[in-house]
């Protein structure tokens, strides 16, 4: 099954939006390449599933703890050290706004999701396995506090699944 | 918000039914209750959305290592004994079938669903998070080779979500 690249740049877009404006980080986003084992992903992930009637994605965005402790001080103005609630909070809402940006471009090329609530793993050392056949691409992402990166893993329904 | 109830008798008909007939695992449903707090899983999840135009949910399914070995050494006639990728490939097939069964049953309460790929978190103490404020219903269940627990957050939308 081929990478589908479509889901890249609106995603790079959409997350690239959300970090300069919202979180007023910079970041830069590095070459996306293919996901070939199961790597310990960072100590925090959000997940959030696309299901739409001709296709469903599922979006994992994993955080080191100092980029996203620095997202989330630099969004609350607060001085968090720790994974504590406010950082799970922020997980939730990039996920949530990233996706939702995502989407929007998504629909200009044909695609049509609902999206789902997004769900924050937390926990070192863990990783995310995408139960598909088809590939995950990874789109690695850095900041001056650390790095995050995405998964997108998407596949075309052969029936109809909204019914 | 109150606790949706709606949601508990076919997850736990649904997961009683894979388990007893797929799975040849005798199984037995505790009491379901509210989560409070952020408790730690087992040591493998999976974790799947259902996406509607009126209700969105999500769902995670949560293994010890005994049980989902057990379970997977049933199902595969094998002895394994370690969390390798035949254990990862049965927690997404349990989690998509017995959600899948549980759809089936929903529909007949005029829920309407599309549901997402199953992903499966894997690392000791991880924890999940639904990032909602409606309640999450934990749902235990007991085998004899250890226990497994469902958490289910499902929440009405104001607006249409799949357009």
Known sequence: MPLNIDFVTPFVKSTVDFMTTMAQVEVKAGKPFAKTDITAMGEVTGIISMVGEKHTASLAISFTKSAIVAITNNMLGGTIKELEMDVIDTVGEVTNIVTGGAKKLLVL???????????????????????????????????DNGDFFIEICSMSLKKEKVN
């Open 109 to 143: 090329k044909g695609y049509k999701f609902g999206i789902s609530l997004p769900s924050v793993i937390l926990g070192k050392g863990h990783s995310v396995v995408h139960t598909t056949k088809a590939p995950v691409v990874v789109i690695p992402f850095s900041t």
